[in-house]
């Protein structure tokens, strides 16, 4: 595939040089390079006697209330005036890369575009100026926001309630657990086992071990999908359940997941979803008809709220009829006159006996809620089934446009979901997956997921998701193609790649040996 | 539909790239008997940026926000003033739309912001070390029980009794599967609160004492002789911190012999949202750091010698050790450390002292005001900017009644610990650099009519 990108450097170019001309100088005076800009840290900047906030000294009357407990010196933290903050974290922004700056088709994460509608909405007084123990006559919006969206929620996937407290996935996968241990616990029963695919989120293994089960692994069959046999021979009365993800992390639909539900009701046990890929299915297929008790949804995946850097998530969880009765506190109820109110220790006993209690301070990722109902109610429930079709067929039309190029393990058999899987297999020796990811933060691509699922040697998981343009994955479709070719001719400069962003390969190694993890030097001063 | 790119030419055209006649096609996967047919029966359509816009509107316009009337809540969630520059940068999309750093070289703008806030927290608490945020206060103040049953291999925790009930529910509902004991009791109403109780629950199978600074009522009790106690049994001190302003003004607990800090960092940066999302702050003394939970950020260098820096010391996290791991947390609150470290860094030292001393002048001129209504009394001897008021009678009403006249007055005892019967008449106030003194004299007067 010829490029590409017509303003840019082209191929028939040639390798670009570096410096661009013989005469440019290799080195400048500060360290920045035109729009390449370094950025000191803040300890580096920083004065103990600057603020960038002005505050009127008060007049304050002698301490009493505070006599004894007082600092013996301001906390060592140098402060910025505005001009100086506003430029120091936005020459630091320009050395990330961002959905907005193009596409990020990590596997399993799920990263669309942040609809910026959402953010208003979540900018609004009466949602972001709101404090969580008002009143409840104060708050009835609020409350109304959480029961649409859990509405939203439960419909969605044909579940029976839904936990809206949990403040991202794995945290819901914790709500889900739990309640499957209170369950178990009501039934007189003592099951320790949870049965957790090979191919699992590292998440679930973890989860279920800080709810005190201890983890079996179940292994796949030859096309990328639990083994209904192995499972079904380790079925038993010491097992609690199964942490199945669907679509799975081999983006491949679980073909069997009703029988592979009906076999772990059978034995006693319950069946959780790991809702992380709920992208590829939402208004097409509801989890709750194929026998799932409890799923996560990842609202900062599926439903669009922003990933900021690692967070702050969102992970409600749709709860089977089985399990509900178990679910945390706080929730909201809805009342015949339309008004709503808050079950929580107060009035948990009568409205929820036998929940397991309380899982965080408050009620939940509300600024998430009001961002994940925007982009629901944007979308409605036929833009929601759109969104999984398109997400597919993107993924598809990767996973075609690629597999004559680089091994698509699973490939061959049929289509994929929402995310295409490679393997490293038809890279030559000497050449890693590592080394494509590295090669594409060069050609202006963030990298798939690499290394997971851990079923696949050297894997490469490409999730582009609905909100990329055909031309946006055909560019990205190029820059694969052409990164493998390279790979396969011995270009080596692919083994110290990326040679273009703001820093070369990091070394990983010291970072972990003799770890530096805040500022130790003076500063301020 | 505005946010989706693919045109119908592009779907026919990539269905014959793919070879598929239909995009059921690439659906054939799902068992017949649930693949839906069409859009789900009873649920909106599509609608319009101005449509949502209103619907949305409408709902928020049904609250009552902080900034439209007198205001006096906090019990772990604080109304500050947020600086404007600090919502707009953590609204440009470098941060905002960029995934967990897991590749350093195009991500050295939020690794760095981790390493700096890292850095902040820790000094800010007075610890060696801090990680890059956790969910909440209230998580991380159990992840701070749990890495204490890791490092001193015991599982017997004692709470104090002015720790948030929140946080105490927290914890009592992970230790319930987790096996571990927890003490936990509602608070005393007395004015100083008393180490001794707290001491003498200490023993030689005690993993950690947990201590809220300032407490739940406000108080601010003397870590020092706790952390004597504790350490004196081989147990770990932890404390919580739900408003941070008050480290301006308070000896941090890392001076005082705290061995894990934790806290709730909304106060900086973060607006109340209903309770979410917030950010954990979650610090300790280096020697414990393999013991840690959650995501730590840590220098480097790159293949030419530039500084850099890297998510780090991941063999303790879920994605590499799985159900050997030390939490099974997979994210931050990365954009929410972001706006806490903007704010940090606009205040400085200097400028987090003098809010700090503006916070607790406002309580002062509050508690001196309402404790003259005709009876009510203070509670605490001890304060920074929240504190307890006895009032003559059942605080859950007055604050509804008081609500119906569009001042938001605090947070009852009763809200707070339902059940709990000498401490219905409890009402915790908070005052803030936002408090005006018409905020306070609006107060006073509501306050003396709904006694009357």
Redesign the interface.
């Known amino acids: 595939m010829t490029a590409v990108n017509p303003a840019g450097c082209r191929p028939e170019m040639g390798p670009a040089q570096h410096p661009a001309h013989e005469d440019a100088p290799r080195l400048t005076n500060s360290g920045d390079r035109a729009l390449m800009l370094e950025e000191a840290l803040i300890f580096e900047l920083g004065r103990f006697d600057a603020t960038g906030v002005d505050i009127d000294e008060p007049e304050l009357e002698p301490l009493p209330a505070l006599s004894g407990f007082l600092r013996k010196a301001a906390p060592a933290l140098p402060g910025l005036t505005e001009p100086e903050t506003v430029r120091h974290y936005t020459r630091l922004s320009r050395q990330n890369y961002a959905i907005d700056l193009g596409p990020f088709p990590l596997g399993s994460c799920t990263m669309k575009h942040n609809p910026r509608l959402n953010e208003k909405v979540a900018r609004m007084p009466g949602f972001a100026d709101v404090h969580p123990l008002q009143p409840v006559q104060t708050v009835q919006g609020a409350l109304k926001v959480i029961n649409e969206l859990a509405h939203w929620l439960i419909t969605l996937t044909g579940m029976h309630g839904v936990a809206m407290t949990p403040k991202a996935g794995a945290h819901g996968e914790l709500c889900g657990v739990l309640c499957i241990k209170s369950a178990i616990e009501a039934r007189g029963e003592d099951r320790t086992v949870m049965l957790v695919p090979e191919s699992a989120h590292g998440t679930n293994p973890a989860t279920a071990a800080f709810a005190g089960f201890s983890i079996e692994n179940i292994p796949a069959n030859a096309d990328g999908r639990v083994d209904l046999e192995a499972l079904k021979a380790r079925l038993g009365p010491d097992v609690a359940g199964l942490m199945i993800t669907n679509p799975n992390t081999c983006g491949l639909f679980e073909r069997d997941m009703k029988a592979i539900s009906d076999a772990v009701h059978a034995a006693g046990g319950y069946v959780y979803c790991d809702g992380a890929n709920f992208n590829a299915i939402v208004g097409k297929v509801r989890p709750g008809d194929l026998g799932v008790d409890a799923m996560h949804i990842n609202l900062h995946k599926t439903f669009s709220t922003p990933h900021g850097g690692g967070g702050p998530g969102s992970g409600p969880v749709v709860l089977s009829k089985a399990l509900c009765p178990y679910g945390p506190i706080p929730f909201t109820e809805l009342f015949e006159d339309g008004h709503l109110t808050l079950v929580d220790e107060e009035t948990a006993g009568a409205r929820q006996p036998h929940s397991f209690g309380r899982m965080a301070a408050f009620h939940g990722q509300m600024g998430m809620f009001t961002r994940a109902l925007t982009y629901i109610l944007s979308h409605g429930a036929d833009g929601l089934r759109q969104v999984a079709e398109d997400a597919v067929l993107n993924a598809n039309y990767v996973l075609r446009s690629l597999d004559g190029e680089l091994d698509a393990p699973f490939g061959k058999a049929g289509p994929c979901m929402h995310e295409a899987l490679f393997s490293d297999d038809s890279l030559p020796e000497g050449f890693s997956t590592l080394d494509i990811a590295k090669g594409l933060i060069d050609e202006g691509f963030h990298p798939m997921t690499v290394y997971f699922p851990l079923v696949v040697h050297g894997a490469m998981l490409i999730e582009p998701t609905e909100t990329e343009s055909k031309a946006g994955l055909d560019r990205f479709i190029g820059s694969m193609r052409s990164l493998a070719q390279r790979a396969k001719a011995g270009d080596t400069s692919l083994k110290s790649a990326p040679h273009f962003a703001p820093r070369r390969r990091l070394d990983e190694t010291q970072a972990a040996r003799k770890p530096v993890l805040a500022w130790k030097g003076d500063s301020g001063a | ?6 045109t119908p030419a ?2 026919t ?3 014959g ?4 006649a239909t ?1 059921d ?7 017949a ?4 047919s ?3 029966a ?6 319009s ?1 101005m449509a ?2 209103r ?14 009337v007198p ?1 006096f ?1 906090g ?3 604080y ?1 500050h003033h947020i ?1 404007a ?1 600090v ?15 897991y ?8 690794l ?2 981790l ?2 806030f ?3 927290v ?3 608490f007075g610890v ?3 990680n ?2 956790m ?5 991380a103040c159990w992840e701070a029980v749990a890495m204490a049953g890791r490092v001193t291999k015991r599982s017997r925790a004692v709470l104090s009794r002015g720790l ?4 105490a ?2 914890i ?3 230790a ?4 571990d004991s927890i003490d936990a009791q509602p608070p005393r109403l007395v004015g100083e609160p008393s180490p001794d109780g707290l001491i003498s629950g200490i023993d030689d199978t005690t993993s950690c004492v947990v201590v809220q600074y300032p407490d739940v009522l406000g108080r ?1 009790p ?1 870590l020092a002789a706790i952390a004597d106690a504790a350490h004196a049994k081989g147990a770990l001190l932890v404390v919580v911190v739900t408003e941070p302003v008050a ?6 607990p890392g ?1 005082l012999g705290a061995d894990i800090v934790v806290g ?1 960092g909304q106060s900086l940066g973060v ?9 954990g702050l979650f610090g300790c003394r280096e020697k414990f ?1 393999r013991q840690m939970p959650g ?10 010698g ?1 500084r ?3 998510l ?4 303790r ?9 030390t ?10 450390a ?1 706006a806490f470290s ?1 704010h ?12 700090a ?2 916070n ?3 309580a ?1 001129q509050t508690a001196k005001r309402l404790a003259a209504v005709p009876g009510v009394s203070l509670l ?5 900017n929240e504190f307890t008021l006895i009032l003559p009678r059942d605080a859950r009403e007055v ?2 009644e008081l ?2 006249q569009r001042i ?1 007055a605090g ?1 009852s005892l009763g ?2 610990f ?2 709990v019967a000498n401490l219905a008449n409890g009402l915790l106030v908070t005052a803030t ?1 936002c408090t005006t003194a018409e905020d306070i004299e609006a107060f006073a007067v509501a306050l003396e009519g709904v006694l009357a």
């Open positions: 539909m505005r946010y989706l790119p693919l592009n779907r055209e990539m269905l790239v793919i070879g598929a995009i096609d690439l659906f054939v996967d799902v068992p008997e649930a693949h839906l069409g859009p789900i009873d649920l909106p359509m599509h609608a940026e949502v816009e619907h949305m509107g409408a709902l928020a316009a049904q609250n009552i926000s902080a900034g439209s205001f809540l019990a772990g969630a109304k600086p520059s919502d707009h940068l953590i609204q440009r999309g470098e941060f905002l739309t960029a995934y967990t750093p590749q350093p070289e195009i991500a050295q703008g939020t760095q912001v390493f700096e890292q850095t902040q820790a000094r800010l060696e070390i801090a890059a945020s969910y909440d206060g209230s998580t948030h009930p929140h946080y529910a927290t009592t509902t992970m319930k599967f987790t096996g601010i003397d480290l301006g003004l308070l000896e941090a001076n709730e607006g109340l949202q209903f309770g979410g999302p917030y950010l750091v995501r730590l950020c840590g220098e480097t260098v790159d293949a030419e530039k850099g820096f890297v780090t010391l991941s063999t996290e879920q994605h590499i050790r799985r159900e050997k791991a939490s099974n947390i997979c994210t931050n609150a990365g954009l929410c972001l903007v940090m860094t606009l205040l400085g030292g200097t400028g987090l002292a003098k809010l001393r503006v607790h002048a406002k002062q605490n001897t001890s304060y920074f604050v509804r609500a119906d938001l947070v809200r707070l339902p059940g650099e």
